[in-house]
């Protein structure tokens, strides 16, 4: 069919439209970086922190748990990955955990961790997107598991489940992956100098249904 001159014209607007919210969106998702710096050789985007809401940005704070000194814990419904510290505070992260469907909890622990790790798609997860590559070389500005990733075992087994950086910074704050645990790139980085080998991991739908008193729930009021 011969389309009028009405009809070139709007369905030019309408690319052009298209191409705009495109722009947008590229933009919006541009902002959340500043500029680039290099860790062991590899160049990568750099977060752009003064975009992100402060409640998601590492720090110190309150927190009583009967949980030994350098235990990770990991609150799923409010967002926030802990790492406990002497006096009765804990370093405060920021995360993204998995979507409704992906959520999982228990105990673990870190058995193997990797700089600039290669990403490689879990068969399952190729199912349901087989346009994705069979892996994804460590370094590649591609790969979503960023700088660092720690790998969580349970007796022994791996999880299949990790710690790791992420592509998405605006993601940090929602449910939001495959049930792996996504942090912002400079704190995968933090948190794998601060976590050896055997690192005991807790994950839980929100710490307070866990806690056995009051005294064992998160003050999470910043530590000047």
Known sequence: MVGTRRDILLGGLAL?????VGKSAFAAASSFFDGTTVDNGVTFRRTNFAKIDRRWQRQVVK?????????????????????IMENKTAIRYGVGVGREGFK?????TIDAKSLWPQWTPPPEMRKRHPELPEFVAGGSPKNP??????YLHRDGVDTGYRFHGTLEPWSIGKDASSGCIRM?????IDLYQRCPIGTAVQVLPHIADQAESTTQVSQTTPVE
């Open 16 to 20: 052009l439209g298209a191409g705009a």
């Open 63 to 83: 927190y009583f748990s009967s949980e030994p000194i350098g235990t990770v814990v990991v609150d799923t419904r409010h967002h926030f990955l802990y790492v």
């Open 104 to 108: 999982w909890f228990g105990r673990a």
């Open 145 to 150: 598991l960023g700088p660092r990733a720690m």
């Open 184 to 188: 912002f790139n400079e704190d995968a």
